[in-house]
Nanobody
Framework: VQLQASGGGLVQAGGSLRLSCAAS????????VAWFRQAPGKEREFVAA????????NYADSVKGRFTVSRDNTKKTVYLQMNSLEPEDTAVYYC?????????????????WGQGTLVTVSS
């Protein structure tokens, strides 16, 4: 599968953005999908994940209650709705997929990666 993330941009603190992760090749419905992010000078970290059919989700503590991951397999797209954004959310956001079941939160748990999309939150 080939994944492509989009939807990043510049937003003020307290604002919202919705990121999309689209599969250009293959059936996205076979893959659990996660979002990771990497801030300047920091390691890549887990944000959220969703199971193949969307029945299960997992979130990092730092985004619980603010971010929502969802998917539309008919559109071969996974979304990350980000609300109440904070300057600390500024990062390049990546989506990643895995064929195996389960919602890992480590980089090594995912086999397919898209290019990132930059989110900048101004204070």
């Amino acid at each position: 599968v080939q994944l492509q993330a989009s939807g990043g941009g510049l937003v003020q603190a307290g604002g919202s953005l919705r990121l999309s992760c689209a599969a250009s090749v293959g059936a996205l419905s076979n893959y659990a999908v996660a979002w990771f992010r990497q801030a300047p000078g920091k390691e890549r970290e887990f944000v959220a994940a969703i199971s193949q059919r969307g029945f299960s989700t997992n979130y990092a503590d730092s985004v619980k209650g603010r971010f929502t991951v969802s998917r539309d397999n008919t559109k071969k797209t996974v979304y990350l709705q980000m609300n109440s954004l904070e300057p600390e959310d500024t990062a390049v956001y990546y989506c990643a997929g895995r064929l195996r079941y389960g919602l890992g939160n480590q980089i090594i748990d995912y086999d397919y990666w898209g290019q990132g999309t930059l989110v900048t939150v101004s204070s």
